[in-house]
């Protein structure tokens, strides 16, 4: 079966510090990966999404990056973190019958950024 | 990707079915709908999927009329671990470019 491993679950970074967040896949090859933020309170924001090894598609402008260099890895990353960028994050990958997707996340890293 | 319209928020009580509409005016042909459940502090949870006319698995129902323009998930007998957000989601053309985005969902609340 298929699993998703997202690490750390929390994280506390000062402002200007840089950061990078993993994400890796088991169980499933060529896998759509997507990385989403969200705000307390609020909605999942779609910051990038990968189809494939450095095929990388940014949904909105930012300070942050992402790489894909392994097929089931996923990296978030950032050279100086901004008080903004604060938020939950999450990965996840999609499983693709068709033009049927369907999303499956890994239990997300809770940011500060103080 | 067809934009998506449901109530911020719902209130029930243990037991009771809850019905929970999205709207989706401009759902294109090859489109389905999905459905995720989220508890606080955990990534999203698929529910359940659908195209047409009614789908139902071991979770919930999806009711989705002829036009397709709304859909419709059902939960029968919720209990107290049912409070969640509950997002509709439309769309996964992966070939034009779409990517799936959720909206701020439903926050439902089970009280005893």
């Known amino acids: 079966s298929q699993t998703i491993h997202q690490w750390p679950a929390t994280l506390v970074q000062p402002v200007g510090s840089p950061l990078s967040l993993e994400c890796t896949v088991e169980g499933t090859s060529n896998p759509n990966l997507y990385w989403y933020r969200q705000a307390a309170g609020r909605g999942l924001q779609l910051l990038f999404y990968?189809?494939?090894?450095?095929?990388i598609s940014s949904e909105v402008p930012q300070n942050l990056s992402a790489s894909r260099p392994q097929d089931r890895q996923f990296i978030l990353s950032s050279k100086k973190l901004l008080l903004s960028d604060s938020g939950f994050y999450l990965c996840?990958?999609?499983?693709?019958?068709?033009?049927?997707?369907?999303?499956?996340f890994g239990s997300g890293t809770q940011l500060s950024v103080l | 990707l067809a934009k998506t319209t449901q109530p911020i928020s719902m209130d029930s009580y243990e037991g009771q079915e809850v019905n929970i509409t999205c709207s989706h005016n401009?759902?294109?042909?090859?489109?389905?709908i999905t459905w995720y459940q989220q508890f606080p502090s955990q990534g999203p949870r698929f529910i359940i999927q659908g195209y047409k006319t009614k789908v139902t698995n071991e979770v919930a129902s999806l009711f989705i009329p002829a036009d397709r323009k709304s859909s419709t998930l059902s939960l029968p007998r919720v209990s107290l671990s049912d409070t969640a957000v509950y997002y509709c989601l439309v769309g996964a053309e992966k070939s034009s470019g779409d990517k799936l985005t959720f909206g701020t969902g439903t926050r439902l609340a089970v009280r005893p």
């Open positions: 401009n759902i294109a042909t090859n489109d389905y």
């Open positions: 990968s189809v494939g090894i450095g095929q």
């Open positions: 996840a990958w999609g499983s693709v019958v068709g033009t049927n997707e369907k999303l499956f």
